[in-house]
């Protein structure tokens, strides 16, 4: 059998974080006076910490300092947490454990591919940590996506060359890092926003064992559609 690496995203992709980082974006945004709809908290999918309050701060027209910037991140995270530590099994996306036991049966490498610096609690929680072979995540990063870094790690960790990895991803960044690195890229969710990516389906629902099959075997390659 064919060794590729599937390398998840994980926010959106194996369990539905984004509600719990909007609640805590919302809740920091109208701590300072910000309004924040969930259109803008698409436009932070993907985005670092950092990069997501310069976003919030730019779109209120505010200004920070650097010791006010830093405890409102702190903050943020502190909520987020709370939410995330309520997690459990129940948050698994549908068919997500499904595709990755089949990964497993057939020998493939599987790694995560996250901004998220609490990737490991959050897959300990739902438990899938065991899963992985490779865990990679904001704290191991130093360019956010599209740089296609944390998946280049990703192959690298798995020992599998970029262009025999598979991308699958929720959001237009990680679709344009995917690509970027010559990986399959999977978009997970809406067809009109990640129309870059080379395969697009709703869910996991709609990922055959065929299909998984095809792509080991090296029948599907880039560009093509899986529902074309």
Request: hydrophobic content about 45%; some cysteine.
């Amino acid at each position: 059998m064919h060794k590729k690496g599937f390398i998840f995203d994980l926010d959106g992709v194996i369990v539905d974080t984004a509600k719990y980082h909007f609640l805590a974006w919302k809740k920091l945004a109208q701590s300072i006076g910000v309004d924040f709809s969930e259109a803008q908290n698409e436009q932070l999918k993907g985005v670092s910490r950092v990069r997501s309050l310069e976003k919030i701060l730019a779109w209120g027209n505010k200004t920070l300092s650097e010791d006010e910037f830093m405890k409102l991140m702190g903050l943020k995270n502190d909520d987020y947490l709370s939410y995330i530590n309520k997690m459990d099994a129940s948050e698994i996306l549908p068919d997500v454990s499904k595709t990755l036991d089949f990964l497993i049966e057939q020998k493939q490498a599987i790694a995560l591919g996250s901004a998220s610096k609490n990737a490991t609690p959050i897959l300990k929680k739902v438990h899938l940590f065991e899963k992985f072979e490779a865990i990679v995540d904001g704290n191991d990063v130093s360019k956010a996506k599209p740089d296609p870094e944390v998946f280049l790690i990703g192959a690298k960790l798995l020992n599998v060359k970029p262009e025999n990895c598979i991308v699958f991803e929720d959001s237009v960044a990680g679709i344009q890092a995917a690509n970027t690195a010559h990986m399959l890229s999977i978009g997970i969710g809406d067809k009109t926003v990640l129309h870059e990516a080379d395969f697009i389906v709703k869910d996991f629902t709609e990922i055959s064992s065929e299909f998984l099959l095809n792509i080991i075997s090296g029948n599907i390659e880039k560009t093509k559609q899986v529902n074309s």
